[in-house]
């Protein structure tokens, strides 16, 4: 086959890297092959991103690069896949003349087709949302490794008033239980030893017989040496059920991330975050005592419309209530089509930017104090690979989702669990000293 090298890129969040690995396995399965090169492709995608107008910035900037390499092999065919594709299909048809491929979410599997009818000389459109569209039957395509991606849900129902989501991805629907476990065994079987299961809003999975603490269950029963992850839980739904599944395996990680966005029950109520502060401490407290050991993330949005200094002051007083162990911080962004678009976004660049620094040094003098709390404490991490900076350190991670250093040494192999004394910390990286091989099947109680 001619023509048959593509190229992607990825932007955004989880669920558009667990996407792309879907994209990979289609285009592999009708005779493509990948590239890590621009220079070699036949064609080029983009896996866009929408939810802040920097991430389409970005991608419209990319854009402009390839451009130029088009001006100098004219049958290159671009393309863009993922949120950007439903929201700007318009504007990058008519605008930006070097797009020749424009497909959104929920239409993946007609990419072989539409890709002929770009090379035709045509322009290849999918950009139909669906409602039942789960790709569960597709195999995605992923390098050996130690971690993978599993997309358990698509779309969301919530329409937060300043969120893309809903408008990009479509609606709600889940994945049958039983594709989930085989797609893991699968991966258990290949010397995976992580999975996160992805969606918008995991806690509305449901397969019809199944909801997400069913599947958390069934997905850490498959082999205690993988590790279960999940992200993200929404405060309105995140059951007692679920709190007990997490505290019953010992290979459920005890991390959550509950996005809060604010502080203030006006704001979330502008926001249609549909819970309130009251709610949502009441929670985490109950989470607390069901998983004694449990860390949180959380993300949060500085500036949102009509949001005053008080209203900020009370985002402060909750990460300095909550402790979290990590937050994802961003600044308020209108997004066309969105209800909070209509509203007039009356909290200046200026001030945005300053609450926002604002509540990025508070939370990082949380993370540096939380993370010093651990020093003297044991900790189990799978080891991931040599440490970015030097191969005299493994990296590993720890249930709670913090990065350990430790020297390599002792035999130390990737993918082994290895028990550590953490004997440093800053507010991003722990660093610790080997203890022992710690053997998950024969040991399953937490440590202290
Ligand atoms: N489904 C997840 C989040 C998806 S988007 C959830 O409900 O939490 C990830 C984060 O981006 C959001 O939690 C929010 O904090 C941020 N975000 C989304 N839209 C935004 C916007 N218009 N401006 C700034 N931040 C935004
Ligand atoms: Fe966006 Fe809200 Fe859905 Fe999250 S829950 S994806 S923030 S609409
Ligand atoms: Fe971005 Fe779409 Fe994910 S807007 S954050 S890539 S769902």
């Known amino acids: 086959m001619k023509n048959n090298k593509v190229y992607i890129e990825t932007y955004g969040c989880q669920m558009n890297l667990a996407d792309t690995e879907l994209v990979r396995g289609i285009l592999i399965n009708h005779g493509y092959e990948l590239t890590e090169k621009t220079d070699d492709a036949d064609v080029v995608l983009l896996n866009t991103c929408s939810i802040r107008e920097k991430a389409e910035e970005r991608i419209y900037g990319r854009l402009g690069n390839f451009k130029n390499i088009k001006n100098s092999n004219s049958n290159l065919v671009v393309g863009i896949l993922g949120c950007m594709a439903e929201r700007l299909r318009k504007d990058l048809m008519e605008e930006k003349k070097i797009v020749d491929l424009i497909v959104g979410p929920d239409e993946y599997r ?6 002929d009818v770009a090379f035709n000389g045509g322009k290849g459109i999918g950009v139909q949302l669906s409602k039942t569209e789960t790709y569960d039957d597709l195999i995605p395509y992923r390098e050996d490794g130690l971690q993978a991606w599993i997309s358990v849900m698509r779309g969301c129902d919530k329409f937060c008033t300043f969120c893309v989501v809903p408008f990009t991805r479509g609606r709600e629907r889940s994945r049958s239980l039983k594709s989930i476990i085989k797609e893991i065994e699968q991966l258990s079987s290949r010397g995976f030893r992580e999975v996160t299961l992805l969606g918008q809003n995991v806690n509305s999975y449901s397969d019809n017989e199944n909801d997400f603490a069913d599947l958390l269950a069934a997905c850490a029963e498959v082999d205690p040496l993988v590790r279960v992850r999940f992200t993200t839980s929404h405060p309105q739904d995140l059951s007692e059920k679920l709190l007990q599944t997490i505290s019953d395996h010992h290979n459920i990680c005890n991390y959550i991330h509950l996005p809060v966005q604010s502080g203030s029950n006006r704001i979330l109520k502008a926001m249609h975050r549909t819970y309130t502060i009251e709610h949502y401490l009441n929670l985490i407290e109950k989470a607390r005592q069901i998983i004694p050991k449990v860390s949180f993330s959380t993300d949060i949005i500085a500036g949102f419309p009509t949001e005053t200094y008080e209203d900020h002051l009370m985002t402060l007083d909750i990460l300095r209530k909550i402790r979290y162990d990590g937050a994802y911080m961003f600044k308020y962004s209108p997004r066309e089509g969105t209800k909070a678009y209509k509203m007039k976004d ?103």
Not at 110 to 115: A, G, K, M, Q, T
Not at 358 to 373: G, M
Not at 403 to 422: F, M, R, S
């Open 110 to 115: 007609r990419l072989p087709e539409l890709i």
């Open 346 to 448: 009356d909290v200046s660049e200026k001030i945005k930017v300053k609450r926002l620094q604002e509540i990025i040094d508070l939370q990082q003098q949380i993370s540096f104090e939380k993370n010093q709390e651990q020093i003297g404490t044991n900790e189990i991490i799978l080891i991931e690979g040599y440490s970015k900076k030097s191969n005299e350190y493994l990296a590993g991670r720890t249930d709670g989702n913090k990065v350990v250093i430790i020297p390599a040494d002792n035999g130390i192999k990737t993918g082994n669990y290895v028990k550590v004394k953490i004997n440093r910390a800053t507010s991003g990286t722990l660093f610790g000293d080997f203890v022992d091989f710690y053997d998950v099947k024969s040991d399953f109680a937490l440590i202290a």
